[in-house]
Structure formats: structure tokens, C-alpha cells
């Protein structure tokens, strides 16, 4: 399935039909939020404001304000929070620094989208989140980002090995999304040292029947070099992973304790954190007003998720 995704003109016509009737207060701005959500479809834009009107119904206010579209951006980029589900502290001890070691990353590659928030509030099916933001509209990556997302994505795996000495089932999506992704560079991209041919296209028509197999369009011989390739870019990254976490201890141990007592971090938070200055103590327990509420944890426990939506 290929819909393109609108850009910063279509999401603010898109935002603007699905705002029409809604009453907004005066500090919304539609051009801020559409250029706030290049990645969004239309789908997600419409579910985004039926969100922040949910927010501020619940709320009794008459009108849609700016932060219920950012509470709302925030649950439809990672996800609903799911407070119910409780984590034991050694859980918890794991997804601070599994996140952590995506977030420091994140900041310290050179082609990475910039950090939108990290949490280790569970969220859908995951126990924590990394999110960027694209910083414009993507419609083309080099490879030098590419290689970027390959060493992000390790970032958890390798926080976990560096820092409490174990390997979980958490990291299963980021290296699924990260072979996936590295086998794309080299069979569709062209990016490897195989150079720039496609290899495998047939396999769409697997569904007709057919045997794997005898719709391969190359040989046994490239397809062991493929599978060395695709196990060059995975290990290049994990390397660079290995070495960024390495040298940046300190940050990630700063970041991942400050997780464990906030469990939500803002973009300018980690840099903080990374420079080694004090966060400003936090007057509202923000920057979502649904952290307000009182951490009780509820009756029904919740299906413990191991995946991640996004590979961070
Ligand atoms: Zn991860």
C-alpha cells in the first residue's frame, strides 16, 4: 500500500478541515502544527484532533487549547499511555538505560532526525519510547542516514550490554527493524558493495503461490554475499553504538537516572543532561497534563508489550 504522505501544505489544509468545527482557543496555530508533523498521514492528523478535543471535553473547557494538540501529538506519535501496566523496578531499571542508549544516539550521530521526547512510560504495546521528529519532509535519505538509523536502533541493545550487563527481549523490534532495513540498503537501495542492483523483486509475487525459491532472481553465490553485507551494515552499526555509549558514560548514566525519577524527557532536558547542567526543577509535573494525574496504579493489569512502533 502506497499513500504519500501529505506535506506541510496538505497538513494544514488537512488540519484546517478537520479543525473547522471545533472551537479553538486563540493560542492554537495550525501552521505550527503542521509544520510540527511532517511523517503524520492524514489519518494520523485527523485522529490528532479528535485527540486534543477529547482532551479538553475531559477537561470541561470550552475551547481546544495549543497544549492539548501537543499531548495529543505525543499519544498519537508513541502511543496511548498505559499507566495501568505496572513495571518492577528492575524492568524499569532496563528500559531507562535501553532508552537512553537510543537517545544519546540520537544526539551524537551527525545525520539523525533531532530527539522529540524520550519516556519510559509504557505506551501501546512498548515499555518505552524514543521519538524524533523529522526535521522537514523527508522524501529521500542518503545513506549516511541510513547508517545513522542502523546505529540508533542498536543504541538500546548496546545500553543494555555496556551498562547492566544483560541482553532482554526488549531489543527484538530494533534489530528485526534494523535487518530489515539494512538488507533494504543492500537489495533495493544499492548501497553496498555489491552495487546498485536490485536483488529479490520477484518475491512480491510469493502470494501467487509460487516457491520462494524459484522466484529468486540471483544466484546461491550472491545470495551469501548479500547476507554478508546486510551483516556488515547491522555490526557497523552496533559498533558505532558500541562506541558513542562507550565514550559518553557519564551522559548516558545522567540520562537514564533522570528517566527513572521523571520518566519523560524533553529534547532540551537531554541536552542538559548531556552537558552535565542541573535540570530546572519541574513547577507543573509537565509537559503533558495528563501527567497530572495521580499515579495510582489500576486494578486491571495490562499485557506487558516487549515491541517498540518505531525502531528507537
Ligand atoms: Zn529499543
Known amino acids: 500500500m502506497v499513500v504519500p504522505l501529505p506535506d506541510v501544505g496538505g497538513r494544514d489544509g488537512i488540519l484546517k478541515v478537520h479543525t ?4 479553538l482557543s486563540e493560542d492554537v496555530d495550525i ?4 509544520r510540527g508533523t511532517p511523517g503524520f498521514s492524514g489519518a494520523d492528523l485527523a485522529n490528532l484532533v ?12 470550552k475551547h481546544v487549547i495549543m497544549a492539548d494538540f501537543e499531548s495529543s501529538k505525543d499519544k498519537v506519535m508513541m502511543g496511548k499511555e498505559r499507566r495501568s501496566m505496572v513495571l518492577s523496578e528492575e524492568e524499569k531499571r532496563i528500559t531507562a538505560f535501553h532508552e537512553a542508549g537510543h537517545t544519546l544516539v540520537i544526539c551524537k550521530v551527525p545525520n539523525a532526525d533531532p530527539l522529540h521526547k524520550v519516556t519510559i512510560i509504557p505506551r501501546g504495546m512498548t515499555l518505552g519510547v524514543t521519538a524524533w521528529l523529522p526535521e522537514g519532509d523527508r522524501h529521500t535519505s542518503s545513506k549516511d542516514y541510513l547508517e545513522d538509523r542502523l546505529t540508533i ?43 546498485p542492483l536490485a536483488f529479490g523483486k520477484n518475491q512480491q509475487e510469493i502470494f501467487l503461490g509460487r516457491d520462494l525459491a524459484t ?4 544466484s546461491e553465490d550472491t545470495a551469501i554475499k548479500i547476507d ?15 562506541d558513542i ?8 548514566t545522567r540520562i537514564a537516572e ?47 508489550g516487549r515491541e517498540r512502533p518505531q525502531p528507537a
Open 228 to 242: 554478508q553485507e546486510v551483516k556488515k551494515f547491522v555490526m557497523t552499526g552496533y559498533q558505532r553504538a558500541k
Open 153 to 195: 536502533a542498536m543504541g538500546g541493545r548496546v545500553a543494555e550490554e555496556l551498562f547492566l550487563n544483560s541482553m532482554t527481549t526488549g531489543a527484538a523490534n530494533d534489530i528485526e527493524k534494523a535487518t530489515e532495513l539494512a538488507r533494504d540498503m543492500v537489495c533495493e537501495y544499492g548501497m553496498s558493495d555489491l552495487g
Open 215 to 218: 522466484q529468486r532472481d540471483f
Open 258 to 304: 533522570a528517566l527513572l525519577e521523571r520518566e519523560v524527557l524533553d529534547a532540551n532536558e537531554v541536552k542538559l543532561l548531556i552537558e552535565g547542567r542541573p535540570l530546572p526543577e519541574r513547577v507543573l509535573p509537565s509537559p503533558q497534563p495528563q501527567t497530572t494525574q495521580v499515579l495510582k496504579p489500576q486494578p486491571t493489569p495490562g499485557v506487558p
Open 31 to 34: 501552521s505550527v502544527l503542521a
Open 245 to 252: 555509549l562507550g565514550s559518553n558514560r557519564e551522559a548516558l
Open 50 to 61: 479528535n485527540e486534543a478535543a477529547l482532551l479538553a471535553a475531559r477537561q470541561n473547557r
Open 20 to 23: 473547522k468545527k471545533i472551537p
